[in-house]
């Protein structure tokens, strides 16, 4: 099985760094992504690391360690509309036929303020 | 414009009813899944479809059904049997050509108990 931990809620000020955490335990890993979703909307995607190291998209980065079986995702200049709540998945291998089955974390609720 | 269309976007339920949830996608994926959000929590893999006419249970199947006669529908009905149905739906899809092809996700279906 699997399991994600990461941080309920955060909070930071406009034009602000913020890093939200994830770690995760599974018996076997493909990769680890990132999705964004705003109140009561769809989840949108944001990024996806299978190697280590730090992926780079505009405002927002993903870092991977699977070594340490951790990763996070950065946002820099934060902007009011940066609020929305944030889930992990990961993707375990040895899903029935190689299916695509991610499993998603409790989701970390950003809260940007002026 | 391709995408996924849930319908509708708020949806009752009386007492011992079934009522279903509509999925269409024009995105020509092959896969295909269903998704429960309660508050605070992440996303719960309730059916996936790898391809048409098959589909396999997540982790929540009980007291849910779905069927997958077309590669653009995957409709879910919420049983009588499932005596927690209010909840936001989510549906997804996803290309299974490449191993780093992310979700594609609709706007979701509130569900609520009249």
């Known amino acids: 099985g699997q399991s994600l931990e990461q941080p309920s809620e955060v909070t930071a000020v406009e034009g602000a760094i913020v890093q939200i955490n994830c770690t995760y335990q599974?018996?076997?890993?493909?990769?680890l992504s990132w999705y964004q979703q705003h109140d009561g909307g769809a989840p949108t995607f944001l990024s996806y690391n299978a190697l280590d190291g730090l992926e780079e998209t505009g405002r927002f980065s993903s870092f991977l360690s699977r070594s340490d079986s951790y990763g996070y995702l950065l946002l820099q200049e934060l902007q009011m509309k940066d609020s929305a709540s944030y889930f992990c998945a990961v993707r375990e291998s040895g899903a029935p036929g190689g299916s695509y089955i991610p499993t998603f974390g409790r989701g970390t609720s950003l809260i940007v303020h002026p | 414009d391709g995408g996924i269309t849930q319908s509708p976007k708020y949806l009752f339920r009386k007492e011992g009813q079934n009522v279903t949830l509509s999925c269409e996608q024009n995105l020509n994926h092959d896969a295909m899944y269903w998704y429960r959000q309660d508050p605070g929590q992440g996303l719960r893999l309730i059916y996936y479809?790898?391809?048409?006419?098959?589909?396999q249970k997540g982790d929540i199947a009980e007291g849910y059904s779905v069927s997958r006669e077309k590669k653009e529908s995957f409709p879910l009905t919420v049983t009588s049997a499932q005596k927690n149905p209010t909840a936001f739906y989510l549906c997804a899809s996803r290309t299974r050509v490449g191993i780093n092809q992310p979700q594609h996700f609709g706007d979701g279906t509130r569900l609520s108990i009249l």
């Open positions: 479809s790898q391809i048409v006419n098959d589909f």
């Open positions: 599974t018996s076997g890993f493909y990769g």
